[in-house]
């Protein structure tokens, strides 16, 4: 992943060209493989990301390790996909995090499962900057785009009746509910004016 944590900022780089995706193709994916991802107990829309971290991951051959702050002091978390092995690497204090159930901490873990389920080759934790490609071939907007996809379901979104009360619903933030709201009304059109989310999406 390259989600790059400097100074307390957080920013998004470019990813690597990959096949390309649609919000639709991205849609249909995370419904084909939510339903075999841990959900914590009482709260079936909330994805329990330490359990997928520390056991969903090895399961499917990414075993993970923790990283200290000056190892990889720009990144929360990366993974590698290589013949010699595989392995997702996260930074200590957004494993920290993780533990807490932190928002930050729980979508790192699953940008890393998207971007092995989507298949990404590799993802560079120093997110070499490259350019010459639509935003719907870069591993990134993929990664994000199925994060939320995965971590919000429609379902969810059709319950819910403010952005607030679907971020406690999925474990997720406020801003990201917001632009997964957003998503849902004005790219896919899932969420119409029948819907109480409806209004949140308007822009």
């Known amino acids: 992943m390259t989600t790059i944590v400097k100074d307390g900022a957080i920013r998004t780089t470019s990813g690597l060209k990959v096949a390309p995706q ?46 200290e702050i000056d190892e990889i002091d720009d990144c929360a978390a990366f993974t590698i996909t290589s013949p010699d092995g595989n392995v997702v690497v996260m930074r200590i204090d957004i494993y920290d995090k993780l533990h807490a159930g932190n928002p930050f901490g729980r979508s790192t873990v699953v940008h890393e499962f998207a971007h092995i389920a989507l298949a990404h080759p590799v993802t560079l934790h120093r997110g070499a900057q490259l350019v010459g490609h639509k935003f719907f071939e870069d591993s990134e907007w993929q990664a994000k785009a199925a994060t939320a996809a995965l971590m919000m379901p429609l379902e969810a979104c059709l319950i819910a009746r403010s952005p607030a009360q679907l971020a406690g619903m999925c474990g997720v933030s406020v801003e990201a509910a917001t632009y997964r709201i957003r998503t849902l009304v004005n790219k896919l059109k899932s969420l119409t004016p029948s819907y109480p989310l409806w209004e949140y999406g308007l822009e």
């Open 22 to 67: 649609s919000y639709a193709s991205i849609e249909k994916f995370a419904e084909s493989i939510r339903p075999n991802l841990p959900t914590k107990k009482g709260e079936p829309f909330s994805l329990d990301a330490l359990t997928m971290f520390e056991k969903t991951l090895p399961q499917i051959g990414y075993p993970y390790r923790t990283a």
